[in-house]
């Protein structure tokens, strides 16, 4: 059986958000609503679409949550998709390669996804056009990071898991 999610402080630093960590007995209820059903719309009702931000892990071979990473995310048609910055080389994409499986959490809302690769050219053209529109106040060479070559090549799509699966 997988580990649940469960919340607690981070430390440190400004942010003292609740950020989900792989559970036990002492985990906080509440603070975190993991979702079942095969869909987004909860998430995306938490603000998934419009969040400048969501926070990601993965799954890890031995079914333990990575931490919770920060990462930007666009909509593109019906689905939802994020890219490393870093590519292929970063340690959050190395991390949903394992068991590409693991969650996403928004607005205090959590959702157990599957992380499916999303890299065509078509795809890399309609993610670049979201990147831009939804970003496109940031710097140029920040833009130009998340919808280049190596960003490109790590294009993934959520697709929900259903509870306990």
């Known amino acids: 059986m997988e580990a649940p999610i469960r919340s607690s402080a981070r430390r440190g630093g400004a942010d003292h958000e609740a950020v989900p960590h792989v559970g036990g007995e002492d985990a906080v209820e509440g603070l975190?609503?993991?979702l079942g059903g095969d869909d987004l719309d909860e998430v995306e009702?938490?603000?998934?679409?419009?969040?400048?931000?969501l926070r990601i892990a993965s799954r890890r071979p031995d079914g333990s949550l990575s931490d919770w990473r920060t990462i930007w995310v666009v909509r593109s048609g019906d689905d939802i998709y994020v890219r490393s910055v870093n590519g292929r080389s970063s340690v959050r994409y190395?991390?949903?390669?394992?068991?590409?499986?693991g969650g996403v959490r928004v607005g205090g809302v959590a959702q157990e996804v599957d992380f499916v690769d999303a890299v065509t050219d078509e795809l890399d053209d309609q993610v670049d056009a979201a990147y831009r529109a939804k970003y496109g106040h940031y710097a140029t060479s920040i833009i130009r990071a998340v919808t280049g070559p190596e960003a490109n090549a790590t294009a993934m799509r959520f697709v929900p898991r259903p509870a306990g699966s």
């Open 45 to 53: 009702g938490a603000g998934i679409e419009h969040a400048e931000e």
């Open 32 to 34: 975190v609503d993991p």
């Open 94 to 101: 190395q991390g949903t390669r394992a068991r590409q499986e």
